[in-house]
């Protein structure tokens, strides 16, 4: 990886281009539905506010234009000065009776939502009721008359200017009162039986409020179930709970004291889109659900594969090819990268095996080369004190020598000879020393002290030799005589357990120059006179590893090596 560079995961990548492209038409589209509900939601409140404003409208022309008409019979109907200046006979206020009453008949004609009309004369003590024709009397009437004596009869009573709401026995009227002198001519509109724009609408379930400050005369019941009072607002607003809502516009009377309000359930704004809306909204709710949908497809089309192929790298990487296993991919460029994946796995396989068997062949030839090396070497040493006994005409010990020495070659040609037990070499040093006995006029002694436990502990051959040959060879001592001893012992070094083996000998040691190439330019004595050590280090380090032998030389009162090996589990 390259320094002072970033790296990206690839499945984070992909997911931010997806997301960039994305998101961006998922707010386009949110906006936009927003914007087309926000306009549906806009024209149902002004159709609601047109129909109210209708409603409003005729109501308005129709309170005008009675108020015009009772005006006019009050002005201009000399019945009505005769009740409240003349001074006329109980026959002449019964005709004048009759001619009023029967043009507030005539008067209530054109108005349907009229309920009737009431002439009061409380000095002549007139009292009379007429109701429209398109409003047969009702089973209140007498109720309704009363109520009214009782009205303008009270000392607090004044007239208002305006149609003004009452109540009686739990009917709601809109009332015109219009007089003086105590002689009224009174208009009554019974608000329940109005007749409302929507009701000529289909589906219809609009509420129509007739209210002020001092309470509701239409709609109390639907406006308690819904639980929240009107606000008198003069904008558009919501009320009720989440599962009752309405829609509430509200509108002010000119000729009255009352506010009428229009609700409306609140209805699904879906069930209002026009066709083309509704798909343009179905396609935004598909691409929401594409999201994760896409992102289920994207994990098990790309990412569980790349996964894969990661895993399958990393196992490269941590040199667990044998454990790689050929996936199945359905894709096809991840096919084309897993073959061309496994054809490197099984190359790479191939190649490990080559290199193994390479390697192998390698120490193979090297322990043969080394063990050559040592051979004649020492068949040339035998061979030379059979020369010297053959002059000395020791014909004896020539005998015992090559009977010693047919052990020998029977060792050393025996079919595998490179790697040996223990007891094993220490028996072939045993019959070197004793081959020297017979060749030598001042023969060595030996003693070795090796663990039992330690007999079958596997060794290259004739390496022990080689050093027990050394002081032989450079160590003798005519004074004393040569004194080889051979120590060997399992010892615990770190918490870690090793073969100590050591060699030493009286003789004259190592000189200065031997000594320091042996312990730190060991390479240097190849071709030179210690070459048999340098094959014995070789050997001991193919055989057991480099970092599992440590070999010491010193002079301790003659030649001493020592050798370390470490013992493995395997």
């Known amino acids: 990886m390259t320094k002072g560079k970033r ?50 409208e005729n109501m308005e022309k129709m309170l005008e234009s009675i108020d015009n008409a009772m005006v ?87 007239m208002k200017n305006k149609w003004s709401p009452v109540t009686i026995n739990g009917r709601s009227y809109l009332v015109r009162i219009m007089g003086h002198m105590k002689t009224y001519i009174i208009g009554i509109i019974d608000l329940n039986r109005l007749v409302l724009i929507q009701n000529n609408l289909k589906n219809n379930e609009a509420i129509t409020v007739f209210y002020n400050g001092d309470g509701y005369y239409t709609g109390a019941k639907q406006i308690s179930d819904i639980g929240v009072d009107l606000q008198q607002k003069d904008t558009y607003y919501y009320i009720g709970k989440y599962y009752n809502r309405y829609l509430v516009v509200e509108s002010e009377f000119n000729h009255s004291t009352l506010r009428v309000a229009y609700l409306t359930p609140k209805v699904a704004l879906i069930e209002n889109l026009s066709s083309g809306h509704i798909i343009l909204l179905g396609i935004s709710i598909m691409m929401l659900l594409t999201l994760p949908i896409g992102y289920h497809l994207l994990k098990k089309i790309f990412f569980r594969p790349l996964d894969s192929l990661v895993g399958t790298m990393e196992q490269i990487r941590d040199k667990d090819i044998d454990m790689v296993l050929k996936e199945e991919y359905r894709e096809v460029e991840f096919q084309k990268v897993e073959t061309a994946l496994y054809s490197m796995v099984l190359e790479i396989r191939n190649l490990k095996i080559d290199s193994y068997e390479k390697q192998l062949q390698l120490n193979h030839t090297r322990l043969r080369y080394y063990q050559e090396q040592i051979k004649p070497h020492f068949y040339l040493n035998i061979l030379k004190n059979i020369y010297g006994m053959v002059g000395e005409k020791q014909y004896d010990n020539i005998q015992a020598l090559i009977i010693l020495l ?39 002694k030996c003693v070795i002290e090796c663990d039992a436990e330690l007999n079958e502990f596997k060794i290259p051959a004739i390496s022990l030799l080689t050093f027990v040959e050394n002081s032989v060879k450079y160590g003798m001592n005519k004074e004393t005589g040569l004194q080889i001893n051979v120590q060997i012992h399992k010892m615990i070094v770190e918490n870690e357990q090793h073969i100590y083996i050591s060699i030493s000998d009286n003789g004259q040691g ?15 004595l190849i071709g030179k006179g210690h070459r048999g050590i340098y094959n014995v280090v070789q050997r001991y380090n193919l055989q057991f590893g480099k970092e599992n032998v440590i070999f010491a030389y010193s002079n301790y009162k003659g030649a001493f090596t020592e050798i370390f090996i470490k013992i493995r589990e395997e």
């Open 406 to 444: 047919s052990n020998h070659l029977r060792y050393m040609m025996q079919e595998e000879p490179m790697i040996v037990s223990l007891d094993k070499e220490i028996q072939f040093i045993r019959n070197y020393i004793e081959l020297q006995y017979v060749c030598m006029k001042y023969p060595p």
């Open 72 to 158: 006019s019979i009050i002005t201009e109907r000399p019945a009505f000065y005769s009740l409240l200046y003349g001074k006329s006979t109980e026959f002449e206020d019964y005709i004048n009776t009759y001619e009023l009453t029967d043009d507030m008949q005539k008067m209530m004609y054109p108005y349907y939502d009229m309920t009737a009309c009431v002439l009061i004369s409380e000095p002549k003590e007139i009292y009379r009721i007429k109701y429209n024709i398109y409003n047969p009397e009702s089973e209140i009437g007498n109720e309704l008359l009363n109520a009214l004596k009782e009205l303008v009869a009270d000392q607090n009573f004044k």
């Open 510 to 524: 190592y000189d200065s120059k031997t000594l320091r190439k042996l312990n730190f330019d060991i390479e240097s």
């Open 7 to 56: 790296v990206y995961s690839i499945k984070k990548q992909v997911l931010k281009i997806l997301m960039g492209m994305l998101i961006p038409v998922l707010i386009f589209l949110f906006f936009l539905n927003w914007f087309v509900l926000g306009e549906l939601e806009h024209k149902i409140v002004e159709a609601n506010e047109n129909i109210l404003y209708l409603q409003c």
